[in-house]
C-alpha cells in the first residue's frame, strides 16, 4: 500500500485507490496510516476521533470504523481475491490493545520526504550546495498542499500535520540557504518575497530576501525589508527584529564585505558571515 500524507490524504493498494469518504472512519485511517508499522492503541484511536467524550458504544463504533476500512481495502483487490493469505485484515491487523496498519513493502511520502530531508541536511553541513539543494527539492516535489489538507484532524492528527508542515518550512528555508550560496540570488527574489508576504513574522525567510536583494544591487530593497519586518513584529508582537537580524541590517547599511557570495562560500558555518 502507497500512502500520501503531504496533501490530502490517499492510500493505493496495487495501483487502485482505497475510497473512503466518511469522517470518522478516515481519522482512523489517517492515524493508523502516519504509524504505518506500529501499533496505534484503542485509547490513541479513541482520543483522536472522540477526544475526551467518547460515547459508551465507543468499542463496538470503532470496530464498525475498522471494518469500513477493511471493506474499503478489500475493494481494491483484483478478481482472484487471493492477493493477501488473511484479505484485508492482513493489510489492517487486529493486535493486542490496538491495530496496525501494514502497508507490505508499499510507501509512505512522509517517510520518504524526511529520508531525502536527511540527505539534504547531510550534504549542507558538509558543504555541498548543489547536492543539498538537489535533496532538498526533491524533498519538497512530494507536498501538495498542507499535510492531511482534506481530513478533518484531531487531536492527535493535528500535532502531526503541525509537525510536518513546520518541517516542510525547515527545509524550504534550508534549501534556499544552500541556493543562495550557490549564487542563485537572482532566481530567488520572487520566491523569497512571495514567501515573507504570506508570514510577515518569519524572520528567517525576511533575512533571505534581504541577503538576496543586497547580493543583486538592491541594497535599498534590501532596507525596506528590514523596516517592514521591523513594523510587523512591533504592531503585532510588540518585539525588535531578533539579534541576527540586526546584525544583517547593520552590515547591509555598511555594505559589509562579509556579506559578499565569495566570502560566505568559503565558509561552511552560517549563511551570513558575522560583521562586527
Not at 481494491?76 to 492482513?90: E, I, Q, R, V
Not at 539534504?120 to 526533491?138: I, N, T, V
Request: proline share 5%.
Amino acid at each position: 500500500m502507497d500512502i500520501s500524507v503531504l496533501g490530502p490524504f490517499r492510500a493505493t493498494l496495487n495501483g487502485v485507490p482505497v475510497h473512503l469518504t466518511a469522517v470518522k472512519p478516515r481519522k482512523v485511517f489517517a492515524l493508523l496510516a502516519l504509524q504505518a508499522g506500529q501499533v496505534v492503541s484503542v485509547s490513541s484511536l479513541v482520543e483522536e476521533v472522540w477526544g475526551e467524550n467518547p460515547p459508551r458504544s465507543v468499542q463496538t463504533t470503532l470496530q464498525t470504523y475498522v471494518l469500513q476500512i477493511r471493506n474499503a481495502i478489500a475493494a481494491t483487490f483484483d478478481d482472484d481475491g487471493a492477493c493477501l493469505p488473511n484479505g484485508a485484515k492482513s493489510v489492517l491487523v487486529t493486535e493486542p490493545g490496538g491495530y496496525r496498519l501494514d502497508v507490505h513493502g508499499g510507501l509512505l511520502d512522509a517517510h520518504e520526504f524526511d529520508a531525502l530531508s536527511l540527505a539534504g541536511h547531510r550534504a549542507l553541513d558538509h558543504g555541498d550546495w548543489a547536492e543539498a539543494s538537489s535533496y532538498f527539492c526533491r524533498a519538497l516535489s512530494l507536498w501538495h498542499g498542507r499535510a492531511l489538507a482534506d481530513v478533518q484532524c484531531g487531536p492527535l492528527l493535528e500535532v502531526e500535520a503541525t509537525r510536518l508542515d513546520e518541517s516542510r518550512m525547515s527545509v524550504l528555508q534550508r534549501r534556499i540557504e544552500a541556493d543562495l550560496r550557490l549564487g542563485r540570488h537572482h532566481e530567488l527574489i520572487g520566491e523569497l518575497s512571495g514567501l515573507a508576504a504570506r508570514h510577515p513574522l518569519h524572520e528567517a525567510m525576511h533575512e533571505q530576501l534581504m541577503l538576496a536583494l543586497y547580493r543583486v544591487g538592491r541594497r535599498s530593497d534590501a532596507l525596506v525589508v528590514y523596516r517592514q519586518l521591523r513594523r510587523c513584529l512591533n504592531q503585532s508582537l510588540g518585539l525588535d527584529p531578533s539579534p541576527s537580524v540586526e546584525h544583517l541590517h547593520r552590515a547591509v547599511l555598511d555594505s559589509s564585505p562579509q556579506l559578499e557570495l565569495d566570502t560566505a562560500a568559503r565558509s561552511t558555518g552560517p549563511l551570513l558571515a558575522r560583521a562586527h
